[in-house]
């Protein structure tokens, strides 16, 4: 049963691996598209992302349920029988690819976050320099930003 939800999770945690390769491949296409201001594709790309997040976090929830199962089951054992050698370096190698990915994806973010932030301060010292008001004028960049933490 231990051996079964380690490489269940292992195997979550390889798609979470590929699902942040997909997300760091939008967020790279995203910060080329704000900076042509295409806002089609920004629209599209946003929800590709906000699509392929809502996947990662469901996953999440079932690695982190899987692993309290895991604990659980563990803590409950009078003698802890060691996990099969196969299952461990599975696991290993998969926490350590999803690690990699979350790090290099985390880059793309920072990039593309400090593009769509100076942006907007742009777009604000514009609006301002032709008289409107920055709080008249949201663009959809923005209402998704503020949107995000709804």
């Known amino acids: 049963m231990q051996d079964e939800l380690i490489k269940k999770v292992a195997a979550l945690m390889a798609e979470q691996t590929s699902a942040y390769s997909r997300l760091e491949s939008a967020t790279a296409q995203l910060s080329t598209v704000m900076m042509r201001g295409e806002s089609s594709s920004i629209e599209s790309l946003s929800k590709a992302g906000e699509k392929e997040?809502?996947?990662?976090?469901?996953?999440?929830?079932?690695?982190?349920?899987?692993?309290?199962?895991?604990?659980?089951?563990?803590?409950?054992e009078p003698e802890r029988s060691p996990l099969d050698p196969d299952a461990r370096e599975h696991f290993e190698s998969s926490a350590k690819a999803l690690v990699e990915a979350s790090k290099s994806f985390q880059r793309t973010a920072g990039r593309a976050s400090s593009l769509a932030l100076g942006g907007i301060s742009f777009a604000n010292a514009c609006i301002q320099m032709c008289g409107l008001p920055p709080t008249t004028y949201r663009a959809p960049v923005i209402r998704y930003a503020e949107g995000a933490g709804r």
Not at 53 to 76: C, N, V
């Open 53 to 76: 997040l809502l996947a990662m976090r469901s996953r999440l929830l079932e690695i982190t349920s899987d692993l309290t199962r895991f604990a659980e089951i563990r803590a409950k």
